[in-house]
């Protein structure tokens, strides 16, 4: 997330003060403190016997690569909603969050840091087709994994594999 120049309240000219122990723009005039909290988003480890369901994505970032079904949250929903939305917007499955495998720190050039929830979801139904942010979407045994872009990702699916 790109610093504010001008305050998105009062329009008054931000500074950069020491707050809270960092660095921050704030506003002199109205008070405001421009914080740059992570971007909160819901991923899904959905497997199929000893086999994990990946998307390629079709848009940046990861463009053409494989990843677990993911998106950001919406407001209003809990990552247990966004993790069902996510999956049935990407694979055509209708998914049950199960377990939550873990919290993870995906840092992003045009997002700052995203916290994705990933969690292990069981089919309900639907037929595994590519559709939304997705180009294609397959089943991968676990011992031949394509090159995954997101360590959050990588690390969850290691996660996953010690647990279950």
Request: with cysteine.
């Amino acid at each position: 997330m790109a610093d504010f120049k001008f305050c998105p309240f009062c329009s008054n000219e931000m500074s950069r003060s020491k707050i809270g122990g960092s660095y921050r723009r704030c506003c002199r005039r109205c008070g405001y403190i421009q914080y740059k909290n992570p971007i909160p988003a819901s991923a899904a480890i959905v497997t199929v016997e000893n086999r994990i369901i990946l998307v390629k994505r079709k848009f940046k970032p990861g463009k053409g690569r494989w990843a677990l079904p993911s998106g950001f949250m919406e407001s209003g929903e809990t990552p247990e909603e966004t993790c069902e939305r996510e999956v049935s917007e990407e694979t055509g499955l209708s998914v049950e969050p199960k377990k939550l495998i873990g919290l993870y720190r995906q840092p992003s050039k045009f997002y700052g840091d995203v916290l994705v929830a990933v969690f292990w979801a069981k089919i309900k139904g639907g037929r595994l087709r590519a559709g939304d942010d997705a180009q294609e979407a397959e089943i991968f045994h676990f011992d031949n994994l394509p090159v995954i872009p997101f360590d959050c990702n990588r690390r969850a699916i290691e996660d996953f594999l010690k647990i279950r």
